[in-house]
């Protein structure tokens, strides 16, 4: 029943490991997104993807890289986690809207709480 | 360019006080506009959008009206309870930008009993 699915929900680890983070989408949108927020609840978009091709990639650093093994999946892998990658990630998504020039609400999953130690 | 400018919070009330947050907004084109809201602990949640100019947005009480000649789409509602305490965000989507949204900083509400 859950649209956007995110796992894990919460995850602990330490400086410099690696780690991946999953999302799923079952409402068989086109278009998919990773977001950070901060402490302050400041939401910032790192990318996204439409039909498994990366659309939007703003000023991440490398360490970070997004896979789209088909529509339904965008996952987010992590290198050499730093302190300052503690923050929650959001997964989202969306379908276009056929005969309008912009892309209707975004669909949000639940988070998942990166803590690095 | 795009953005969205959103009232600063926090915001405290008193349950049933009237509850508004300034939205205004930057943007090429005619954007689509939202306000989402999130709960302690959640993702966020759609509460409400409106897609063309003087389109009015309504949901669990809460309100908004695009207005195209001020660019601007607060939120109100009438008479708050404790249960709409969260972070609310105005959003906007705007054509031709690579299905990019641009979200406000957030407004965090908490209403008291």
């Known amino acids: 029943d859950t649209a956007v699915s995110q796992t894990p929900k919460y995850l602990v680890t330490q400086m410099g490991n690696d780690k991946s983070i999953k999302c799923e989408q079952n409402?068989?949108?086109?278009?998919m997104y990773w977001y950070k927020q901060d402490s302050k609840k400041f939401l910032k978009i790192m990318f996204s993807?439409?039909?498994?091709?990366?659309?939007i990639n703003e000023t991440v650093p490398n360490r970070f890289s997004p896979k789209s093994p088909d529509k339904a999946h965008l996952n987010l892998h992590i290198n050499s986690l730093e302190l300052g990658d503690s923050a929650v990630y959001f997964c989202?998504?969306?379908?276009?809207?056929?005969?309008?020039?912009?892309?209707?609400?975004?669909?949000f999953g639940p988070g998942t709480r990166l803590t690095v130690l | 360019g795009n953005s969205v400018t959103q009232m600063e919070g926090p915001v405290t009330l008193s349950e049933e006080a009237f509850l508004t947050i300034n939205c205004t907004y930057t943007?090429?084109?005619?954007?689509?506009l939202f306000w989402y809201v999130q709960y302690p602990g959640e993702g966020l949640q759609l509460l409400l959008k409106?897609?063309?100019?003087?389109d009015k947005g309504s949901n669990k009480g809460f309100e908004a009206t695009y207005r195209k000649e001020t660019t601007s789409f607060h939120l109100e509602k009438g008479s708050v309870q404790v249960s709409d305490s969260a972070v609310y965000f105005c959003?906007?989507?705007?054509?031709?930008?690579?299905?990019?949204?641009?979200f406000g900083t957030g407004t965090s509400l908490t209403v008291i009993p």
């Open positions: 409402l068989g949108h086109d278009t």
């Open positions: 989202a998504s969306s379908a276009w809207l056929a005969g309008q020039s912009s892309y209707n609400e975004q669909f």
């Open positions: 943007a090429t084109g005619y954007p689509s």
């Open positions: 409106a897609t063309k100019a003087d």
């Open positions: 959003a906007l989507s705007a054509p031709n930008t690579g299905n990019q949204f641009y």
């Open positions: 993807y439409n039909n498994k091709e990366l659309i």
